[in-house]
């Protein structure tokens, strides 16, 4: 199976070969020109690091951030630090013809300086994570990879769908993606993932994508069922005891590979969904 794959990236590579100069707007509304097509990128992103391996460009790969980690080819490259910490100097040092960025942090003004060519590519809507996909192929000379890469995540995603549909209750569900609290919002990917599992969240569309919210929204939202705290400590906030989801027992952290994958905007998209939605509706993956 992975031969065949391989195969058909390398054919799809071929015959969908992009043209350079390539000029291109990235998320921070920048005209950038590619000379040429790069074969040496750092990625500052663990979802673009994760995506140029799955469009069949982890061998143009020479460094990542810190917290790419995925496939294990990466975990052997040399570690550039965050966004917000970046090792300027080691990336510069590695003299990549392409260095790809979020549109936030504090790194792109410094490479730049130094002649280094430098995109930032950043999925945070659903959509985003499919057409950023292809983005990524156009720059390095794999787009045909990446519309295979985005015809396969979706045909998966569409499989757990049809699970999902046949729920014949879908709870309410708070999500936490940090202690402060911060939420995810219904149009953010993970929100679309959370309704594609079979649930409704409380957070409207109105808070935003990834919004701090109230403790007090959260109690009255009375959700009931609540992800990415587990049990005790969330008896122990204030007023939460007597949420139906923390009464029922269901509050509860996010498995580990779950909670990398949801909250990483790329080709495991289909498996995070997956797993979210067993985890909602266990009575349909029996």
Same mark, same amino acid.
């Given at each position: ?14 015959? %969908?070969?992009?043209?350079? $100069?390539?000029?291109?707007? *990235? ?8 000379? @040429?097509?790069? &074969? ?9 690091? !994760? ?11 020479? /460094? ?16 550039? %630090?965050?966004?917000?910490? $970046? ?8 003299? $990549? ?5 979020? +549109?936030? /942090? ?5 490479? @730049? ?7 930032? #590519? ?21 787009? &045909? %990879? ?11 995603? =569409? ?9 014949? +209750? ?5 999500? !936490? ?13 993970? %929100? #679309? ?14 808070? /935003? *994508?990834?919004?701090?919210?109230? $403790? !007090?929204?959260?109690?009255? =939202? ?13 008896? =122990?906030?204030? /007023? ?30 289909? &498996? ?15």
């Amino acid at each position: 199976m992975k031969s065949i794959l391989t195969l058909s990236l390398a054919l799809a590579s071929v015959a %969908g070969a992009t043209t350079y $100069p390539l000029t291109v707007t *990235d998320d921070l509304n920048r005209k950038v020109t590619l000379k @040429a097509e790069p &074969q040496r990128i750092v990625s500052m992103l663990p979802s673009d690091s !994760e995506t140029l391996c799955a469009i069949g460009a982890c061998d143009k790969l020479v /460094g990542v951030d810190d917290y790419s980690d995925y496939p294990q080819k990466v975990t052997t490259l040399p570690k550039m %630090g965050g966004l917000y910490d $970046p090792k300027i100097e080691s990336i510069v040092a590695l003299k $990549p013809d392409l260095v790809l960025v979020s +549109k936030y /942090g504090k790194i792109v003004e410094a490479l @730049a300086q130094a002649g280094i060519t430098v995109v930032a #590519v950043n999925p945070e809507t659903y959509e985003e994570v499919f057409s950023k996909t292809l983005v990524l192929g156009r720059l390095v000379n794999r787009e &045909q %990879g990446a519309k295979f890469l985005i015809t396969n995540m979706r045909r998966n995603i =569409a499989r757990t769908e049809i699970l999902t549909k046949n729920a014949v +209750k879908k709870p309410t569900v708070y999500v !936490e993606v940090d202690p402060t609290p911060y939420s995810i919002g219904p149009n953010s990917f993970m %929100g #679309v993932l959370l309704s594609k599992a079979g649930a409704r969240n409380i957070i409207p569309a109105s808070m /935003g *994508d990834f919004p701090k919210v109230d $403790p !007090e929204f959260i109690v009255k =939202a009375n959700p009931q069922l609540i992800l990415g705290v587990d049990a005790k400590a969330a008896a =122990a906030r204030p /007023g939460w005891g007597s949420m139906t989801a923390v009464k029922t027992g269901k509050a509860m952290a996010l498995p580990k590979e779950l909670d990398t994958i949801f909250s990483r905007p790329g080709p495991r998209m289909p &498996q995070a969904l997956a797993q979210l939605a067993k985890l909602i509706h266990p009575e349909l993956f029996k």
